[in-house]
């Protein structure tokens, strides 16, 4: 046979095996996909221990805790006796955090707990040792306010820490405490605790039982939606159609933009957002957008603390969305932030939700005036513009 028909021949083979080999790898690949679904649709890898079964012990063992007399709240009655709380549904599990979705009174919230067991909290040791009500109130608001500024790096006025201050009350006062400590520790509940009062664009705390506290429900978003936020689940009924879908998307990221200028200029310290996704979010029925996912968000001070970290390049300086520049001669991370919340939010989520309601050509100057509040300067962003100015855009 000649040398050329050989080489034909071990061509064909190979290509033959080739397609063989290609048809295998697609058939694993369905297989493999088929398998994945179906693990993940009965609560698979990615939810972890998120299954209602799971979900239904853990509040069980918690309203044990609460019949003997170890934890309290003022949710506890109703979750564990009169059943007014009603478990519905587990929405994730994550190492130990726990976000469960109730029924209360009729009305759809969410439980929510660092850690599933109430043991696992840190406790007051003292509380051990004392049979009566023998620790002087001003230690125990010196304690919280210790642990308030460990968590937000902060130092609160005792005005502002009513949210969070359970005085003593009756027999139970050992409870009530235990049960304070254990929700001091989830840097979460104090965020949205202590901001509530003072912004519209924090979840509001409704109450607590033991270690799990309980805040509104609210339409979050998702990356996979057209839209990011579901604007016809969020405004229910009073939602008109396409019409107003618009409309809609443009108010919601006028208040995502008015969020973000609150977050930089009306606290005592500007709060920075480090994890911006739309999972983080989410609208009440007025469209307001809300932060439900703060465990990214720090204030100045711990900012600062966060990003001055050695470092031999700029690489090292980054942490989630907030990074700044390294200082080679002193490998430092500067602690000051090189970007800034609008920055990150505009290029992101402001974009995605324009991009659903704009035509082409109002969508391309959308972008210029929000790429234009951004300026590169080797090779970090600076802001040149405020939250203002593309809000304005959007109002024209």
Request: hydrophobic share 45%; proline share 2%.
């Amino acid at each position: 046979m000649p040398a050329w028909q050989r080489l034909r021949r071990g061509r064909l083979a190979l290509r033959r095996c080739s397609l063989a080999a290609c048809l295998l790898l697609c058939a694993c690949w369905a297989a493999g996909g088929a398998f994945v679904l179906a693990f993940l649709a009965r609560g698979g890898l990615f939810s972890g221990r998120c299954t209602d079964a799971q979900s239904q012990r853990i509040l069980a063992r918690l309203c044990l805790d609460y019949r003997k007399g170890a934890l309290t709240g003022d949710l506890c009655e109703d979750l564990c006796v009169a059943q007014k709380l009603i478990y519905t549904r587990c929405l994730y599990y994550e190492r130990g955090k726990k976000v469960i979705q109730a029924n209360w009174r009729g009305r759809p919230v969410i439980l929510k707990s660092k850690n599933e067991i109430f043991s696992s909290y840190h406790h007051l040791g003292f509380l051990e040792e004392l049979e009566s009500q023998g620790v002087p109130e001003a230690e125990l608001l010196l304690m919280v306010a210790l642990e308030i500024k460990n968590v937000l790096g902060l130092d609160l006025p005792n005005n502002t820490m009513g949210p969070l201050w359970t005085k003593r009350k009756g027999p139970h006062w050992k409870a009530q405490l235990a049960s304070m400590w254990s929700l001091l520790q989830q840097e979460e509940y104090i965020y949205f605790s202590v901001l509530q009062d003072f912004s519209k664009h924090v979840l509001r705390v409704i109450g607590s039982c033991g270690h799990f506290y309980a805040v509104e429900y609210l339409t979050a978003g998702h990356a996979w939606h057209k839209t990011l936020f579901s604007v016809e689940d969020a405004l229910g009924a009073s939602f008109s159609g396409i019409g107003n879908s618009a409309k809609a998307i443009t108010e919601i990221a006028i208040s995502f933009l008015d969020m973000v200028k609150h977050f930089d200029n009306d606290f005592s310290h500007r709060l920075h957002l480090c994890d911006i996704k739309p999972e983080n979010f989410a609208i009440r029925n007025d469209l307001t957008v809300v932060a439900i996912d703060v465990d990214m968000a720090f204030f100045e001070p711990k900012m600062r603390d966060i990003l001055e970290q050695n470092c031999t390049g700029d690489q090292d300086c980054n942490f989630f969305d907030c990074f700044s520049k390294c200082d080679l001669r002193s490998r430092k991370c500067g602690a000051e932030r090189a970007n800034n919340n609008l920055q990150v939010s505009g290029r992101g989520i402001i974009s995605l939700l324009l991009s659903a309601c704009l035509s082409f050509k109002i969508l391309i100057i959308a972008q210029m005036r929000i790429n234009g509040c951004v300026t590169v300067i080797k090779g970090f962003f600076t802001s040149s513009c405020t939250s203002l100015d593309v809000a304005a855009f959007l109002y024209e």
